[in-house]
């Protein structure tokens, strides 16, 4: 369930990332990213063959799900290294070791990994393009690294009760893009990612988009109503109006509201063997 209005914070500084972990609705949003997202991550994953005596990274594990999953997947003989700028919410378990770490600044071993996965990362970080090349050298020969990432700029409505909950749906959508913005990420990166991959030196480079359809009872459009909690200070700095925002909640709470969701886009890529 949404925290209450109260618990909102106020817009991010540019630069930072806009979802901080130390907020009362970061558990909320990692039950919706995983509820969301996990299928399509996990499956994907597993074609790479990970298994058994894998190295693995997760970068920027948020709620750790994925990592949970990668750590029981690579039982017996594996390592997960889970990080994140603020790990506190990436549950201990036998295999799988957290640490709080900046993927932007702080060091990466060299040919350490036989997988790197992130999610949602660095389409919020300025130095994506950087950040990539660290990750490609982090990777032994022939490493894999997948990613899964949005390009929001693709949402539509399908079915909306009325023209009132469809603009203001609309104008929240627009807002929160603006916000995203405004702090330094780029929220379409997911569809540039592929060709971003290939840039910085990896091979074998495999995007593939999906989409879903958003309902009120889908965990992905609970991730878009949360948001609106979330945000709602800088979504309405960004200019959202209050009625928006309420005809924005009330679409995405109605039995017959229908939207596509934004585009993820799941890329696969390789580092030279
Ligand atoms: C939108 S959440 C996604 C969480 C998780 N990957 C998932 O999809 O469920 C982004 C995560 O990246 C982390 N993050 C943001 N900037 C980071 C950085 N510079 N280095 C490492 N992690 C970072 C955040 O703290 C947050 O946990």
Redesign the pocket.
């Known amino acids: 369930m949404p925290v209450a209005e109260s618990a909102t914070l106020t817009s991010p500084p540019e630069g930072a990332?806009v979802?901080?972990?130390d907020s009362p609705h970061?558990n909320e949003?990692?039950r919706c990213?995983?509820a969301a997202?996990?299928g399509i991550?996990t499956a994907r994953l597993a074609q790479t063959g990970v298994g058994p005596g894998w190295d693995c990274l997760?970068?920027?594990?948020?709620?750790g799900?994925?990592a949970l999953w990668l750590a029981e997947r690579v039982a017996p003989g594996g390592t997960v290294l889970a990080?994140?700028?603020?790990?506190e919410?990436i549950p201990a378990r036998a295999g799988l070791t957290v640490r709080r770490?900046?993927?932007?600044?702080?060091p990466l071993p060299e040919a350490g990994f036989d997988l790197i996965h992130?999610?949602?990362?660095l389409t919020?970080?300025p130095q994506r393009r950087v950040v990539l090349g660290t990750l490609l050298r982090a990777l032994r020969p022939g490493g894999w690294l997948q990613l899964?990432e949005f390009d929001i700029d693709y949402a539509p409505v399908l079915l909306a009760p009325d023209r009132r909950t469809r603009e203001g749906y609309e104008a929240c959508q627009a807002a929160k893009g603006r916000v995203l913005r405004a702090a330094g990420a780029d929220p379409s990166w997911g569809r540039k990612s592929a060709e971003d991959l290939r840039a910085a030196g990896f091979t074998d480079v495999e995007p593939v988009p999906h989409l879903m359809p958003w309902t009120a009872d889908s965990p992905g459009l609970q991730l878009q109503l949360h948001h609106t909690y979330h945000l709602r200070e800088a979504l309405l700095e960004q200019g959202l109006t209050d009625d928006q925002l309420l005809a924005a909640r009330e679409a995405m709470t109605h039995p017959a509201f229908r939207a596509a969701s934004s585009v993820l886009y799941c890329v696969q890529a390789r580092r030279p063997a």
């Open positions: 990332y979802f901080d972990n970061a949003l990692h990213l995983g997202h996990d991550t997760e970068v920027g594990a948020g709620g799900s994925v990080t994140d700028l603020k790990p919410h770490h900046d993927v932007v600044h702080d992130f999610r949602l990362v919020h970080l899964e």
